[in-house]
């Protein structure tokens, strides 16, 4: 299975700040990532596809790149809205698998 | 409205059998991949398999091949996940989700689910 090994686990941000989350492929997975957000109790919402399209609707502070082993998902002017739990998914093989997730906290 | 409706809460005992749901509507159930995805207690995301309605093609993750079985009745717009022996391990939200490419192979996909069940929990308790 390809493991997705996401960075910082958590990290603690202002409302306005950039932040960026990491992720890394246990081999090359051409662009065959998505960005996943989750907050507390509800289902996960799909962010961003293959590697740098923005899901419909998704505001255009949240983008995402990188090709091959490491991708990441930044948000930019974060809101008070954005603060939840981060995933990443690979979908180069199945089984498709998911990094462990990055939770983002207000500081 | 795009949706996925899940089944309620469930709490069985150890060794009971147990069958979910995911009901769709406002769009073309058979034309979209659907997946189970689980969330054990305070953990990450885990991917168990994927059905296509129009066929009942099937793929699982190995973790999950054996465990668990996934189908689905177009007639009904309804997906299925279904254990014939549950574990207290089996403890877990179930999540089903759609897959957002309209694809023959899902080698063919991005992989990305774009739509989401509200998620179903499943206690397994004696």
């Known amino acids: 299975d390809i493991q997705m090994t996401q960075s910082p686990s958590s990290l603690s941000a202002s409302v306005g700040d950039r932040v960026t989350i990491t992720c890394r492929a246990s081999q090359s997975i051409s662009r065959y990532v998505n960005w996943y957000q989750q907050k507390p109790g509800k289902a996960p919402k799909l962010l961003v596809y293959?590697?740098?399209s923005l899901q419909s609707g998704v505001p255009s502070r949240f983008s995402g790149s990188g090709s091959g082993t490491d991708f990441t998902l930044t948000i930019s002017n974060l809101q008070p809205e954005d603060f939840a739990t981060y995933y990443c998914q690979q979908s180069f093989n199945t089984p498709w698998t998911f990094g462990q997730g990055t939770k983002v906290e207000i500081k | 409205e795009v949706q996925l409706v899940q089944s309620g809460a469930e709490v069985k005992k150890p060794g009971e059998s147990l069958k979910i749901s995911c009901t769709a509507s406002?769009?073309?159930?058979?034309?979209?991949?659907i997946a189970w995805v689980r969330q054990m207690p305070g953990k990450g995301l885990e991917w168990m398999g994927i059905i296509s309605p129009a066929d009942s093609d099937t793929k699982y993750s190995p973790s999950f091949q054996g465990q668990v079985t996934i189908s689905a009745d177009k007639s009904i717009s309804t997906a299925y996940l279904q254990w014939s022996g549950l574990q207290a391990s089996d403890t877990a939200m179930y999540y089903c989700?759609?897959?957002?490419?309209?694809?023959?192979?899902?080698?063919?996909?991005?992989?990305?689910?774009?739509?989401w069940g509200q998620g179903t929990t499943v206690t397994v308790s004696s």
């Open positions: 989700a759609r897959l957002r490419d309209v694809v023959v192979v899902v080698s063919a996909s991005s992989g990305a689910f774009d739509v």
């Open positions: 293959a590697a740098s």
């Open positions: 406002g769009y073309s159930f058979p034309t979209y991949w």
